[in-house]
């Protein structure tokens, strides 16, 4: 078998070279190319050293850890334990959410008939599995294994974020009661321009089955200063807790928004309760998070009583 270790060299620094900066990214440090480069180098240096026998001594544990340890120190540089630690526990999980991704794609790829021709078994009844994997699969696998990874940390990263301003809110109207999971938006600051109450916005389909059919569509058109003309209107058992809310959009003029005044409002954050009378529920006829997290964007002055 022929090895072209200048081949193996430049993959693998390659490969180290993504995976330093991909560590370098998780733990949010700048970091210089040419320690980077030498890092990856010192990765690489190491694979190359496992075709020269003399040097097998060195395949063990230990100098393993050694070689990731000195990698580390080389791209990041020493500051604390603290830091270090933190720095080659994310290089180990780079490393391993890359390799996951490149066993789970070959093993996905793979058809029944060479599945089983690469299983064994021991005489104890054991089974095990080759893996031989070719260099340019890795390579083709490898930086979509780590845009996956990136994602799915981002993704994560920002619910961990989001988690912290997330609260339950429990809205009660008359002898009906909502409730959802709202967000505290610091940048809110809707208030009713008459009696500067502060203006709470929730998804008006949480109210859906108190409103009238009109009601809903005029909301989701964002026609509201019409439904003081609606026919409807004088069947509605909360007309007088209605409001109009002028507010200004992003690259829009002033328009309306349709508000009701609650009995009460209750906001429980991480155990912390309070109790609100002072607020008027913005009704939106959207749906305000993607993913579902979240059904209300709580005013930050009534955060700040729940805080």
């Known amino acids: 078998m022929i090895v072209y270790l200048d081949l193996l060299f430049f ?14 990214w998780v733990v949010k440090k700048r970091v210089k190319a040419w ?10 240096s190491y694979v190359v050293m496992m075709f020269f026998p003399s040097l097998s001594a060195a395949f063990t544990f230990l100098v393993k850890c050694l070689f990731s340890a000195v990698m580390i120190m080389t791209v990041f540089g020493f500051q604390s334990l603290q ?4 720095q080659i526990g994310a290089f180990y999980v780079v490393n391993f959410a890359a390799a996951a991704a490149i ?16 299983m064994w078994f021991a005489q104890s009844g054991g089974v095990t599995h080759g893996i031989q994997v070719s260099m340019w699969f890795v390579l083709l696998v490898f930086a979509p294994g780590i845009f996956l990874f990136k994602q799915v940390f981002k993704g994560s990263e920002r619910r961990q974020r989001q988690s912290g301003y997330l ?20 940048g809110n600051k809707l208030y009713d321009p008459l009696t500067r109450t502060p203006v709470m916005v929730m998804e008006a389909s949480l109210w859906e089955e108190r409103l009238p059919p009109s009601f809903m569509d005029r909301i989701r058109d964002h026609a509201v200063d019409r439904i003081v003309s609606d026919k409807e209107m004088e069947s509605f058992a909360w007309q007088d807790r ?6 200004r959009g992003v690259g829009a003029g002033t328009k309306f928004m349709l508000a009701l005044k609650p ?3 209750v906001i429980d954050r991480e155990g912390t309760v309070t109790e609100s009378r002072k607020v008027l529920i913005g009704l939106d ?13 709580i005013h930050p002055e009534l955060a700040e009583q729940a805080g």
């Open 11 to 24: 993959t693998n620094l390659f490969i180290d070279a993504v995976t330093l900066k991909t560590t370098a």
């Open 35 to 44: 320690r980077l480069l030498l890092g990856a180098a010192i990765g690489a």
């Open 83 to 86: 830091n270090f630690l933190r």
């Open 103 to 118: 066993i789970a794609l070959h093993f996905l790829l793979q058809t029944p008939q060479e599945i089983r021709s690469g």
């Open 167 to 186: 609260a339950t809110v429990q809205v009660w109207i008359g002898d009906a009661q909502a409730e959802c999971r709202g967000i505290i938006d610091t």
């Open 242 to 247: 209605l409001r109009l809310v002028p507010y």
């Open 263 to 265: 009995d009460r409002v």
């Open 285 to 297: 006829g959207g749906t305000l998070s993607s993913d579902g997290d979240y059904r209300a964007i």
